[in-house]
């Protein structure tokens, strides 16, 4: 543990991202009386939610907008700083990192990175009344259960396309895999694969529409056919790329590599929630936010009463 005395001008730690982890993180963080202020993006994956019913404590569901009203207000609760701006820039100076956004710049002694990632969605008209609607459907592990026995449409690369597929006739008879890199005809290991799953294959649809609470694709041989829930998994962009002008170590999709501490290859810099390796839920982001928010705090000075 560092024993030098701290600066009045530093922030023991810098939060940037303002979903469930980044603002648990900082919520522990304030409670262990660490000067600490929170960036927020306005772009949390969490407001896509229409309504989450996996969410520990939430037993009749909470929307992605009043939970993260939830987290800010506890946050708020300790007087924690939420800035609404983007980080453009995160580099060390003299041992301290600096993150600017084009016109202030914050000092820090350690940073959080709770940056998430984006899903790359399928073309459909309004694909965000979709997505409120629970036509469109981004977290098989989220919300597969309230898909049950729904006619389920899963959009991405064969094998992935599949795989996910495979997942979800865990709670529907009736799925079907639609593979986007292929045309009217799907590769053969695939299709008997799919077969043996009880699972149907299909290309790729040339058009998608939200059509009065369902996705309508159409293919392109003129047929159409109507899926109650649609799952693209056509993959996300990890926001990385600040630790990674760092040299921080990532994954083959980009995602952070951390250790048991969440903290990543550059001492100092932790990453917690979807922008880390593994299963992104907000029930393991926030328990990251605990891990790495107590970490922070036994690295720096004691802060003795």
């Known amino acids: 543990m560092s024993t030098s005395a701290p600066r009045d001008d530093v922030l023991d730690c810098l939060v940037i991202g303002?979903?469930?982890?980044?603002?648990?993180?900082?919520?522990?963080?304030?409670?262990?009386?660490?000067?600490v202020v929170v960036i927020d993006g306005g772009r949390s994956r969490a407001r896509w939610i229409p309504a989450s019913h996996n969410c520990p404590g939430f037993p009749f569901g909470v929307a992605g907008?009043?939970?993260?009203?939830?987290?800010?207000?506890?946050?708020?609760?300790?007087?924690?700083?939420?800035?609404?701006t983007r980080i453009d820039t995160l580099t060390r100076e003299g041992g301290d990192f600096v993150a600017g956004d084009g016109q202030r710049s914050w000092r820090a002694r350690q940073v959080i990175l709770a940056t998430g990632v984006?899903?790359?969605?399928?073309?459909?008209?309004?694909?965000?009344?979709?997505i409120a609607s629970g036509v469109l459907r981004l977290c098989a592990v989220c919300d597969g259960y309230e898909a049950r026995d729904e006619a389920i449409g899963v959009l991405g690369p064969g094998e992935v396309a599949l795989g996910h597929a495979e997942f979800l006739r865990t709670f529907s008879r009736r799925v079907t895999a639609l593979d986007?890199?292929?045309?009217?005809?799907?590769?053969?290991?695939l299709r008997q694969r799919a077969a043996a799953g009880g699972i149907a294959l299909r290309g790729a649809p040339v058009r998608l529409a939200w059509r009065e609470g369902?996705?309508?694709?159409?293919?392109?041989?003129?047929?159409?056919?109507?899926?109650?829930?649609?799952?693209?998994?056509?993959?996300?962009d990890a926001q990385s790329a600040l630790a990674q002008a760092l040299?921080?170590?990532v994954d083959e999709g980009g995602e952070l590599r951390v250790d048991s501490s969440m903290q990543t290859?550059?001492?100092?810099?932790?990453?917690?929630g979807d922008v880390v390796s593994g299963l992104n839920q907000i029930s393991v982001a926030v328990g990251q936010a605990a891990l790495a928010a107590t970490a922070v705090h036994r690295q720096l000075p004691p802060n003795p009463r």
């Open 265 to 272: 290859s550059v001492p100092g810099l932790y990453a917690i």
């Open 18 to 35: 303002a979903g469930p982890a980044g603002l648990t993180a900082a919520t522990y963080l304030a409670r262990y009386r660490r000067k």
């Open 118 to 130: 984006v899903d790359r969605l399928p073309e459909i008209d309004d694909a965000e009344q979709a």
């Open 180 to 189: 986007s890199q292929a045309g009217d005809a799907p590769d053969a290991t």
């Open 65 to 84: 907008d009043e939970l993260l009203q939830r987290f800010r207000a506890q946050a708020d609760e300790f007087a924690v700083p939420i800035v609404p």
């Open 214 to 236: 369902a996705c309508l694709a159409t293919f392109a041989d003129g047929s159409s056919e109507r899926f109650d829930t649609l799952y693209p998994v056509l993959g996300a």
């Open 247 to 249: 040299h921080a170590a």
